[in-house]
């Protein structure tokens, strides 16, 4: 699918696949439980074929690539600069099982019934056309094949994205949430939605579980890097004009004092995490 909304979610991703890389190691530190529990529930075979869509830097492929032997990973992402941060990820990690392909997983140019897995960590939220991948992850999985996935629950779980989303609605800089659908952060926090997409697509056997994480920074300055750099917040506040982007911030340090402490900044957060069938 090439269309306005998809140039743009990749345009974004381009932008901040050098800082992810770059902090690769606090990331995977971070969020190794969703990691663990994706790869536990694909339970990747010696010689399966799998695919992972929107893999950023490619980590949790990767776990999943050690388990494959003689099989292939696929690692992909709607941003090329992401794959070549991935693909220097995995030569760093020593992969070898893996190849590397930039791929709109709204419209996959790849061959039906060719995957044993498909898995996919914090991808789906943020596509124009959810919908779409969904159908699309189904028809690349053989019979049997294994969907994993993972998405952020509620904003009450997730304060590290919904303090600054929401000052972000109140400087009338983001659009109120509404009834349609809008890529970002916290677009798939609903339980309910998020098992109506996949069940729309066909798959069965549909599991879905909360699974707890914590973001750790050393400093307001390590959050702020965090989310301007690195989250899907951080385009809205580039484009901040300089005395809007000092309001926004002075009001964020403020909401963030009950998580502050003289040593850090412990933000808790929770993920939806799915397996479904074909």
């Not at 529990?37 to 990767?62: H, M, N, S, Y």
């Not at 750790?216 to 809007?244: K, N, Q």
Request: aromatic letters at 8%; glycine letters at 6%.
């Amino acid at each position: 699918m090439t269309n306005d909304a998809t140039d743009r979610v990749r345009q974004d991703w381009d932008s901040q696949a050098k800082r992810w890389y770059e902090l690769r190691e606090p990331m995977l530190a971070a969020s190794r439980p969703i990691h663990e529990w994706l790869v536990e529930q694909l339970d990747p075979k010696p010689g399966e074929r799998i695919l992972e869509i929107a893999a950023g830097p490619g980590d949790t492929g990767f776990l999943a690539a050690q388990r494959l032997g003689t099989g292939r990973l696929v690692s992909t992402d709607l941003s090329s600069l992401m794959v070549e941060a991935a693909r220097t990820r995995g030569e760093e990690l020593g992969i070898t099982n893996a190849e590397y392909r930039t791929l709109d997983a709204q419209a996959m140019d790849l061959v039906d019934a060719s995957f044993d897995g498909v898995i996919c960590r914090w991808g789906f939220m943020l596509m124009p056309d959810p919908a779409a991948a969904f159908r699309e992850c189904r028809r690349v999985l053989v019979p049997g094949g294994r969907l994993v996935l993972a998405v952020f629950t509620g904003p009450e779980k997730n304060p590290f994205a919904s303090i600054p989303a929401r000052i972000l609605v109140e400087m009338g800089s983001l659009p109120t949430p509404s009834s349609g659908w809008r890529p970002g952060i916290l677009a798939l926090a609903d339980r309910a939605t998020l098992e109506s997409l996949i069940g729309a697509a066909g798959f069965t056997s549909i599991e879905v579980e909360a699974v707890a994480m914590a973001w750790t920074f050393e400093s307001l300055d390590d959050y702020w890097s965090f989310l301007v750099d690195m989250s899907a917040l951080g385009p809205r506040i580039r484009a901040l004009s300089e005395e809007a982007r000092a309001r926004f911030r002075a009001t964020l340090n403020e909401r963030l004092a009950p998580f502050t402490s003289s040593s850090a900044i412990a933000l808790p957060s929770e993920c939806w995490c799915a397996s479904a069938s074909k």
